[in-house]
């Protein structure tokens, strides 16, 4: 493999912003030597860690493609139908890297389990079917235990009993497994922070989180997925069907710059899918622009958004080999022109993108 080395572009690092630097890849690693090899001029762009998108739903491995070319170099998948489904795309060379927690675990007698056509052992009956669930996602490689948490007679939502939510978290942390719950209501909040999840994914679109809410997601140390994008595609495509539907983007943005102030972890999550069995479809990759914007837009500083999308979730999954620029880590880069540290909006002005050292096509 080729040295390559990128001059004259500024450097955010995961952390900071520097003026321009030279910057290495050796073997598929970032390298501190910047003499020889092939010389990428990047004047008037800024060179990024790959980011991280922490929510999509993995369908096809063309989808992955369309990650890498947007410059997500990492994706967490959040759910897919089948085992086989992840394990052929994991580890591609040359494309966006993947982790998935394979079988989401849905309610007893949920509809919506069969609505998104996921198979029967995915809905958790009793306290053994937890265990079970829990065992075999682990046992496939999961990175993650995935938890869907309906609320009871929204959308033929049935409720998940506490018991079994809680056996599943605990069942989760014996295998040393975050517990990510999908929740969109402020019930559903409250239900997923009594059970002792990890993550909470998606943010209520019905009316705000309440700053009791707020306020014990941060004295727990939860970490927030908010996934802004595809809650505002959503919110529009129920607007376009019903005028008057008491759904309000608003208290979305409400709700992540509440998180933000109080000092919740929030991490980049797009919701990625071209799932025809869900209300709204974000595309693969360039979603993340969006909810960049989106974060900017509820107040959350470039430099502080980026974040959320480069050393935070990397940190924090313990994918410890990415997310910052610094010798030694994956040379997952991602450069643009302009500076997104400045105008968000400049992360979108894609030049090139390199996974492990490999400059995507």
């Not at 959308?155 to 990510?180: R, T, W, Y």
Request: glycine share 8%.
């Amino acid at each position: 493999m080729e040295k390559t080395v990128i001059i004259n572009a500024k450097v955010f690092d995961g952390n900071t912003l520097s003026e321009p630097k030279p910057i290495a890849i050796e073997n598929g690693l970032i390298s501190d030597s910047a003499e020889g090899g092939n010389v990428i001029d990047g004047t008037g762009c800024t060179l990024l860690p790959g980011l991280i998108d922490c929510h999509i739903h993995l369908d096809l491995a063309e989808h992955l493609d369309m990650c890498a070319k947007n410059g997500v170099t990492t994706a967490l998948d959040m759910g897919s139908r089948t085992r086989e489904l992840v394990d052929s795309m994991k580890e591609l060379d040359g494309t966006c890297n993947v982790l998935s927690c394979y079988l989401p675990a849905f309610a007893p007698e949920s509809k919506l389990f069969g609505t998104m056509q996921f198979p029967e052992q995915a809905e958790i009956k009793n306290i053994d079917d937890a265990k079970r669930h829990v065992g075999e996602q682990v046992s496939f490689g999961a990175d993650y235990i995935k938890i869907i948490i309906e609320e009871k007679g929204i959308n033929n939502g049935v409720e998940f009993p506490a018991e079994l939510l809680a056996a599943l978290v605990e069942e989760a942390h014996k295998h040393n497994k975050k517990a990510i719950a999908h929740v969109v209501t402020p019930s559903t909040f409250a239900g997923a922070i009594k059970a002792g999840v990890d993550i909470l994914t998606h943010i209520p679109f019905i009316k705000p989180l309440p700053s009791k809410t707020i306020t014990t997601i941060v004295e727990s140390g939860k970490v927030c997925i908010p996934t802004m994008i595809v809650m505002k595609t959503i919110v529009g495509n129920i607007k376009k069907h019903v005028p008057i539907a008491p759904v309000n983007f608003k208290h979305v943005r409400k709700s992540v710059s509440a998180l933000y102030k109080s000092g919740a972890p929030l991490f980049t999550g797009t919701d990625a899918n071209c799932d025809a069995t869900v209300p709204g479809n974000v595309p693969y990759g360039s979603g993340i622009f969006d909810e960049l914007s989106l974060f900017v837009d509820a107040r959350i500083p470039p430099l502080k958004a980026l974040q959320c999308a480069t050393s935070k979730p990397a940190e924090y999954f313990g994918l410890a080999d990415r997310g910052t620029i610094s010798p030694g880590k994956r040379a997952d880069l991602l450069l643009v022109k302009g500076d997104p540290v400045a105008n968000i909006d400049d992360i979108r002005n894609t030049k090139r993108v390199w996974i492990n050292g490999i400059e995507v096509k």
